[in-house]
Every structure is written in C-alpha cells, then in structure tokens.
C-alpha cells in the first residue's frame, strides 16, 4: 500500500474504496483502487491492456489525481456519473417548467453531481403573472424549493449536496439575493455568486445609476456603487455571495462562438453552458519535486510533460465511459468534449523548492509550471483529435479567433489549425479538499497551505463529524529529513499571508487557464471594510474572473479549524506551526476554533423550558426540555432531554440528548444542531402536523430546538414553526401536565394534579 498517513487511509476508505452492497473491501489496497481506476479508462482503446498499465503508471504515487466523482466511481459497475458537477438547463418562467427543472436538479444530485442555475431568468417578486392574476412569489421562492430538495437528497443517504445559484447584477431582485444568507438557516445548500457585467463594474467606478429591470421594465434604480457596496457588506459578514465577472467568462471562452455561459458549478472552477459537465483532474505538483528542500530543488520537467498527455488522454476517455443523469448532459459533454485538467499541491511544491507563497520567486516557478501544463494539455489534444477526430462542434475559424487560443504559442495554434482539437477547453483549477487528504495531505489546488498542523471536521457516513488531527505532507517531509528545528521563512501558510498574496497567485494562474479557478482568498477578522473591498475590485483589475474571501466570522464557521495557543506570539520565524495562531479583531491572540476547549461547567439550578410534541405515528405524546445557560451576559442553550412513554424511542432519544448536550455544553455556534436535524428525511416519509409537512420525527425536535432558540434570543427572531405546545410543566416526580386556562385569572396556567384541577398563577383549585 503506498505510504500515506493514518487520515488519507481513512478517506480513501470512507470515500473512495469499492465495497460492495454488504460493506465488503473489494479494494483490497490502494493500489486495487487504481488499477480498478486505470482499466476503466483504458477501455475506450483499441489496445486496452497497454493503456491501462500506463493510466497505473500516472495514478501511482498520486502524481495525477482524478476527481473524486472517478475515483470513487470508476469501474464500479454502478449507476453513477464520473462528472464531478453540471450546470442546469436555463430555467423557464412558468410553473411547470420550474418544477420540471427541478425534477432534473434532484434526478442529477441522486448520481452523485453538484449543480449551479442562474436564477435570473425568473420574474421578480411582485411582478404581474397576468395568466393566473397573481403576482410572483421571486426566484428566491424557489431557491428555497431547491434547498429543501437538496436536503432531502442529501438525508437519503447520497454525497453532501452541492449547489451554486447565480443571479444576474441588474435583476429587481439583487438587493434581497444579496441579504438571504443573514436569514439564520436560509439556503445553506447553496452556494450565491453575483454575474457582475463589465458595465456594471464600470458604473461602480463611475458611481453611476443603474437599472434593476426584467423583461425590458425598469423595476427600480439605484447607484451601483451601493449595490456594490452591499454586496461587499454581506460577503465581509458571512463571506457570501461571490463575485463572478460574467463578461470576462464568456468573452474568453473558446466556445463563445457556440455557447452563453450565465452560471458555474457550485465552487467556481467550471463556468459552464446550459446542461454543461465538469470533469476534473490534477496533476500533483508536489510528487514532481526533485531534492525537496535543497539548494537543487527543482520540477520534474520532465515528468510533468509525460504526465499532462496520459492526463488528458484519461480524462477524455472518461466522457466515453461515464454515465449521465440527463440526455441533454451527454450531448453537452459528447459534442464539446470539455475537461478541467489543474494542479494540486502547488503551495507545497513552491515550499520543497524554497519559494514563499506570493512572492516574486513563487509566481515566476508557478506561471512556468503552469504554462508547461497549458501546452502539453493542448498539444495531447491535438494528437488525440489527429487520432480520434476533433470534438464535434469544433469550428477551425471562430475557435482559432478566440481570446484564449490567441494566447497560446505559436507553434500550439499551428497545429490546432492542421488538426484541429480533441477537447474544446482544457484546463481548470478545482478546490481538491478531499483528493488533496487522500494524496497524503497535500496543500489543496493553488491554495496556500491553511496551516501546518490543525484540527479537521470530518464528515462521517452516518452523518456525524469527527474531528481529526492533520498535519501537511510538505511539513512532515521537511522534519523527516531535518528534524525538529527552527521551519525556513518559506514555510507561510493562510494565517499569516496577506490578502495581496493569494491574490497575486491566483492572477498569476489565470492567464493559463481555460475555465476558471476555485481560489478562496483568507482575510483576516478584523480587516477595515474598505480595504476588504478593494479585493474584489483588485481582481477584476488583475484579469480574473471571479473572486471568493472568507473572513472568519460567526456565521458560517469552519470546516478547518487551527489550535488556540495561551503562550505569547513568537517571531514568525520561530513559530512552532504545529499549533499556529490566528490574530483576533483587537490584535490579540484568538482561535477560528468553533467549540471551546472545555465544557461549561453545570450550575445546580438552571431555567427551561418543556415542549410537548404529538408525533402521528406515536400513541405517545413526546416531552422535550431545554435548559439553558447565561454566558457572557445572553442565555443559551445547555442541555436538552426528550421524553416519553413510548419505549420504541428511548434508546436513540438517550443517545441523542446525550450527542446534543454535549455539543451544547462546548460551546459557541451551536445552530448548525438544528439544521442537521431539520434536514433528516424518514425514508418511509414524514407526517402532517398541525398543517405542515414535517420530514422526521427528528426534523420535528429540531424545530422545536429553534423555536427554543428563537424565544431566548440564541437564534434572531424569525416565522418559528409552532408544531409543539410550550404549556406542558414537569414536575418533581418526573411527570408533564399540560396547561389550560384558568376560569378565575384567565392565566393558561391550570394543571390536572391528583384528580384536582390547580392554578399555578392564582391559586385557583377545583377536585373532581
């Protein structure tokens, strides 16, 4: 089995390892999973056998990575796509072609795909649907339908959902696309990006008016710079929505003679056309390092240009012998033959070669590796259509008049000219999070690395998530070879890189790539506002076609997160990365850490509150309590208990008040409890109560957590569903009685005691 750490052994087992229906490994060692990998894609070839052992020979050691979709998908005989994402059809503004689409989005989930809509083909709230004699609910009516399908799609046991909406900058509804991430719990399937057009950009600087308008009516105008500067707003508070400069997509796509591109997949890497297939893969950049960490230490050039046209050819293949969930995917996929061929473990390999992310070194190493990457990609696809025969829709004239095409060397134009081309794009930077854990942690797509040594959240299959400790495979090598003393300078990571950093880079990989790149640019929590925006504008002016920042805040929380240190910061030089710190809004030391360290402690007496609940399918009623606890001045939840007399529930509904109260008991952000919940789906199917569909009995405690939520002040005000009655008391013997009113004080304040009915606000009593 190749050599790899305990963490990447357990993603490739949880993730990527075939077992069949009973669980049994099939791959029995990684090296299982490749050949398995390799002979699936060879078997286009005439000479399959031949192909299939070099295909090995490129997986071996990780030196190039397919995407997870194939890894996991490839040979397994399943009904599954190896198409990591799609962009849906163009949605139409009617009802039943809404719903159908919808149909296709949770048909294409169920294989395992992510997908992006632009949403801006949907009338605006309150516009007239003259037909019906209604006015529009609005595209984010139905963004929320999409939500709950993805959920649900997700609860039944598939890949975590993905999806991206887009919404154009000059649609009525922008300002409110804009805001509906602060709406505790909204959308949270969704990735939004705004299409921002050139004009817009231009009105921005100019400070000009602009139009929000529909189908030729103006709805409203407002100055383009407050728009910008409420998209601005809303990304620096919950790093939502991104910026796509829509434009620039389409005007360097080599298939602008042939296709409009309005939306992405859901991170970004693959602006596609309607029913538009994302197949990706990367080469491992830092598996090509020669004399790692040396004064010699350099690429592999050499295997680099091996690589890319075994990659190429892999990936083409792949379109061949991949399943699709819609017809139209296929067309889409066959006639154009596009694939997002990156690197990963860039940030690693510029580190083995003594680079600092950012800086002129670094940038100079990455446009060369890059551009070495760009020209064997196309000229393999040139070779493949000589021996194959160009993708369908290739147009010799238009394709060769593309900005991108233009910018390729001379010699590579040539040859598309006399051969034409295999594959109608070619290049794309994927966000390679869990393939980059597989391949022994290496620092993921053109990212730097997030940090030396942090603590993960790892999605497990029953869908829990554990915590595992992580350290980068750069790091490691390093302190194999030279032990435990002070790291070089070259050894940043996201911590302590600037913005302009990360910027820089991710220009820098532009100008070779196709499609576009998944690049999150890390500011740090207390950046000025104005200097946060000046980013995106920075991007736009540095030629890229979108941009993403995370600052870290208290909305969307973390999937990494690095250790909290008590000790005082070091010199940078000496920093001991194996637990690095992050700045905090006053300069001082403070985690990204969500949980607490500790436990809050339990004090004797603590307030609650006792829900009652009266599940369809439970001859019982179901009591739950929340206690809670005052921290820092708010009152929050502390531990819940759940109730009944139904013995058909009492041993999950012990584990699961144990899970939650602890989960409580760690403090901070702790609402993501009630979104886990409200997204299970009984696969036997949920029940009406009090005229509402409830998916679970579990999404059905869930909403009765955020109601409890709600009423503290954890959660921000909001329409709580009402499915449980607050009027239910527990007392000392361990019972709940349900309260009614009272006929002296009016109070909804009587309970049934010993066959007495008793107020507890006025003292009012009557015996049967």
Known sequence: MARISGISQQIWDMKYRLKSADGTALDKTIEDSWRRIAAALAAPEADASSWAEKFYGALEDFRFLPAGRIVAGAGSKRQVTLFNCFVMGTIPDDMGGIFEHLKEAALTMQQGGGIGYDFSTLRPKGAAVKRVGADASGPLSFMDVWDAMCRTIMSAGYRRGAMMATLRCDHPDIEAFVEAKREPGRLRMFNLSVLATDAFMQAVKEDAPWQL??????????QARALWDQIMRATHAFAEPGVIFIDRVNARNNLAYCETIHAT?????????????????SINLAALVLEPFEDGARMDMAELTRLVPLAVRMMDNTIDVSNFPLKAQEIEARTKRRIGLGVTGLADALIMCRARYGDERAVTLTRTWLAAVRRHAYLASVELAREKGPFPLYDREPYLAGETVRGLDADVREAIARHGIRNALLTSIAPTGTISLFAD????????????????????????????????HAYRLYRRLHGDGRLPEYFVDAQILAPRDHLIMQAAVQDYIDSSISKTINCPAEIAFDQFKDVYLAAYELGCKGCTTYRPNDVTGAVLAVKAKAAPKPKQEELPLEKPQAQGRDGNEASSVV?????????????????????????????????????????????VFINSKNMEHYAWTVGLTRMISAVFRRGGDVSFVVDELKAVFDPRGGSWVEGRYIPSLLAAIG????????????????????????????LEDGTHHELRGCPRCGERAMLRQENCDVCTSCAYSKCA
């Not at 308008?213 to 407002?222: A, D, E, Q």
């Not at 399918?617 to 708010?634: F, K, M, P, W």
Request: charged share 25%; proline share 10%; aromatic share 10%.
């Open 595 to 639: 949980y607490m360290t500790q436990p809050l402690d339990r004090p004797e007496a603590l307030p609650g509150s006792t829900y009652k609940i009266r599940w369809p399918e439970s001859d019982h009623a179901i009591y739950i309590t929340l206690n809670d606890i005052v921290q820092d001045g708010r009152r929050r939840p502390f531990e």
């Open 213 to 222: 308008v529909f189908g030729g009516t103006v709805f409203k105008v407002v």
């Open 703 to 730: 909403e009765v957590i955020e109601r409890h939520m709600i009423e503290i002040g954890f959660l921000p005000s909001a329409n709580a569903p009402v499915i449980a009655d607050k009027r239910v008391v527990g």
């Open 441 to 472: 942690n290496i620092s993921s797509g053109i990212e730097p690395v997030f940090s030396y040594a942090y603590s993960r959240n790892v999605l497990m299959p029953d869908g829990s998530r554990r915590e595992e400790e992580i350290s980068d």
């Open 265 to 281: 997949n859901p991170c970004g890497e693959q602006p596609l056309p309607p029913y538009g297939a994302c197949l990706l893969g």
